[in-house]
């Protein structure tokens, strides 16, 4: 009996035309376009989905891709990795509890308003933007609306964000009090409830093509620049700027920074954490 053999793809192997045939895929048929994430990464989590998927003739998997949708989302969602954690980096999440947020919620009084926006940019399975809205509800400022927005480029991760169940498995770093005030039981899930699930309202938007980004307070957008090019990361976060007020807070991953010229306007609160408020700074003149 011939065996057969699994090639071990490593993503170097694809030849440019054959990246080519996927990106324009992914393009078509899930507008989600590739070109401005980094060439290496993307052809890495590929090959990473050949391999689960076992491909050994890569034209037959291209056909596959035309009518085989779960096949297509799986790609997708290998490509854009949607690991999260609840309360990721606590340190974080302490700084957002006892600093951002009262100094938000504090600034917003003083001027009169009686909504604030949180929007979690990149929120994969729900787990950040439920973190918030668990903070928010802790605070207890009744006078005030604060609304968590969520949004993700992936459908499949958004509706099983919106479900808020998780395994137990998923809540190891929510403390046990908030397990106990936010969480039941439910056929062995953990199933949030319905004031947190409330609070939050997930959407798609992609941060890349959607150029029209909601109006916010405090954005979060955590392990999402990694994956784009230089000058896409500047183009967000110049976007960010024009949607910000003064004073507003951005957060980013610990191993994402503000570059380019669009620095002048945030300046850097929590340099460990990557917080940073709105300056002044008009975002216009970043002309990006
Ligand atoms: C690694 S997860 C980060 C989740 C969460 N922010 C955190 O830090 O725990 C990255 C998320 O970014 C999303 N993403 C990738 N490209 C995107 C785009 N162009 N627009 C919106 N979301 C995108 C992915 O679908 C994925 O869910």
């Not at 992914?26 to 990464?41: A, G, I, T, V």
């Not at 949708?69 to 799986?74: C, F, G, R, V």
């Not at 340190?91 to 009169?112: H, K, Y």
């Not at 509800?137 to 958004?158: F, H, K, M």
């Amino acid at each position: 009996m011939t065996e057969l053999t699994v090639p071990t793809w490593t993503g170097d192997d694809l030849s440019d035309a054959e990246f080519a045939a996927i990106t324009k895929c992914l393009r078509d048929r899930r507008q989600f376009d590739l070109e401005q994430y980094k060439d290496r990464c993307v052809r890495r989590r590929i090959a990473k989905r050949l391999r689960l998927a076992q491909v050994t003739d890569f034209s037959a998997y291209l056909s596959r891709l035309d009518t085989d949708l779960d096949e297509l989302d799986a790609l997708l969602a290998t490509i854009s990795i949607h690991v999260s954690q609840f309360f990721r980096n606590p340190d974080t999440f302490r700084i957002l509890e006892q600093s951002i947020l009262p100094d938000l919620c504090r600034r917003a009084r003083a001027a009169g308003r009686s909504r604030l926006t949180l929007w979690s940019a990149g929120c994969a399975s729900g787990e950040e933007p439920y973190s918030l809205a668990m903070l928010v509800d802790d605070l207890g400022d009744a006078d005030l609306d604060i609304r968590v927005l969520a949004t993700d480029i992936s459908e499949p991760i958004l509706e099983s964000a919106r479900t808020g169940a998780f395994d137990a498995t998923r809540l190891r770093e929510v403390p046990v009090q908030a397990i106990d005030k936010y969480f039941r039981v439910d056929n062995d899930r953990y199933q949030l409830i319905d004031r947190i699930r409330d609070r939050v309202e997930f959407r798609r938007h992609n941060i890349v093509t959607d150029t029209l980004y909601p109006a916010a307070d405090l954005i979060l957008c955590r392990n999402v620049l990694i994956y784009f090019t230089r000058s896409e990361q500047e183009r967000i976060l110049s976007r960010f700027a024009e949607v910000m007020q003064e004073n507003g807070a951005l957060v980013l991953g610990r191993s994402e920074t503000m570059i380019g010229r669009i620095r002048s306007c945030f300046h850097s609160e929590f340099p460990v954490e990557r917080i940073y408020r709105r300056t002044a700074q008009p975002a216009a003149t970043t002309g990006l």
